[in-house]
T-cell receptor, first 115, second 112 residues
Framework: NAGVMQNPRHLVRRRGQEARLRCSPMKGHSHVYWYRQLPEEGLKFMVYLQKENIIDESGMPKERFSAEFPKEGPSILRIQQVVRGDSAAYFC?????????????FGPGTRLTVL | QQQVKQSPQSLIVQKGGISIINCAYENTAFDYFPWYQQFPGKGPALLIAIRPDVSEKKEGRFTISFNKSAKQFSLHIMDSQPGDSATYFCAASESDNYQLIWGAGTKLIIKP
């Protein structure tokens, strides 16, 4: 049973380009969460999605960032017109149910570097 | 009120010693306190978690101590081993809320 998969593992973009980060949840999990981790900091919640629905995007910047979890295929975190401050590790997690007691399983992350 | 403060930022412990990492919170509505372990290049993995109805939870060499009145909780790693070298994060949330509030992390190094 494969865990949460993320790709690419490393992504380099120049300022102004678009970054697309993909996340495939664990089998049987329909809840997906995206987090951002800056160096020497803890993870910061960005967005929570279920299939075809954004449930909570309160942690996501209003501009340039978007997320989706289509009926078929992985969840996508999209960052348009990247800036240097977007450089970070982006982690996806999935869970079987919702609420704190439903363990979130994390993927290995995508490390985005903006030149 | 939503912050979780974690200390120390880094910690070096001799093999066989006890590693202690502390966290403090403000939001009294928090009632779920997990600890995550993260190795370089990997995502965080749940290590152990506690709810405030108990003051201590032990799993193998790992123990969480919880002090509700002081709004503090800590992770103790007994007989620390080099394989325990990792970054440890505490977190907190309300039980019906999926949003985990994370501490800044502690980089633990166990010296052989």
């Amino acid at each position: 049973n494969a865990g949460v998969m993320q790709n690419p593992r490393h992504l380099v973009r120049r300022r102004g380009q678009e970054a697309r980060l993909r996340c495939s949840p664990m089998k049987g999990h329909s809840h997906v969460y995206w987090y951002r981790q800056l160096p020497e900091e803890g993870l910061k919640f960005m967005v929570y999605l279920q299939k075809e629905n954004i449930i909570d995007e309160s942690g996501m910047p209003k501009e340039r960032f978007s997320a989706e979890f289509p009926k078929e295929g992985p969840s996508i975190l999209r960052i348009q017109q990247v800036v240097r401050g977007d450089s970070a590790a982006y982690f996806c997690a999935s869970s079987q149910g919702t609420g704190a007691y439903n363990e979130q399983f994390f993927g290995p992350g995508t490390r985005l570097t903006v030149l | 009120q939503q912050q979780v403060k974690q200390s120390p930022q880094s910690l070096i412990v001799q093999k066989g010693g006890i590693s202690i990492i502390n966290c403090a919170y403000e939001n009294t509505a928090f009632d779920y306190f997990p600890w995550y372990q993260q190795f370089p290049g990997k995502g965080p993995a749940l290590l152990i978690a506690i709810r405030p109805d108990v003051s201590e939870k032990k799993e193998g060499r790992f123990t969480i101590s919880f002090n509700k009145s002081a709004k503090q909780f800590s992770l103790h790693i007994m007989d620390s081993q080099p394989g325990d070298s990792a970054t440890y994060f505490c977190a907190a949330s309300e039980s019906d809320n999926y949003q985990l509030i994370w501490g800044a992390g502690t980089k633990l190094i166990i010296k052989p």
